[in-house]
Nanobody, 124 residues
Framework: QVQLVESGGGLVQAGGSLRLSCAAS????????IGWFRQAPGKEREFVAA????????LYADSVLGRFTIARDNATNTVYLQMNSLKSEDTGVYYCAAADRTYYTSSANWYDYWGQGTQVTVSS
């Protein structure tokens, strides 16, 4: 079992930055692939970024490529999502998710454990 806790959300102006954190605890959590997803009001949950269990590979949605960076610190079992040049369309609840595998996909069904989410609001 893995527990995930997100933090770092908030209100920011367009063009600003935020850094989200996902703290993982539980058995072998440092080797799990981690994904970030988001859900805007009235929309389906969508993939944002993912990182492999060892941290050597990453994947981004086209909408955030070049603006967001995912990274992990396995010493502290924390995965970060650095978000720069934020746009109003980035607004939503951001969730981190862990897969009981070292590799990732962009499909939410791949992931076994989910955090409660953190709200990100970008004002234009």
């Amino acid at each position: 079992q893995v527990q995930l806790v997100e933090s770092g959300g908030g209100l920011v102006q367009a063009g600003g930055s935020l850094r989200l954190s996902c703290a993982a605890s539980g058995r072998s959590s440092s080797t799990y692939a981690i994904g970030w997803f988001r859900q805007a009001p009235g929309k389906e949950r969508e993939f944002v970024a993912a990182i492999s269990g060892r941290g050597g590979a990453t994947l981004y949605a086209d909408s955030v490529l070049g603006r967001f960076t995912i990274a992990r610190d396995n010493a502290t079992n924390t995965v970060y999502l650095q978000m720069n040049s934020l746009k109003s369309e980035d607004t939503g609840v951001y969730y981190c998710a862990a897969a009981d595998r070292t590799y990732y996909t962009s499909s939410a069904n791949w992931y076994d454990y989910w955090g409660q989410g953190t709200q990100v609001t970008v004002s234009s």
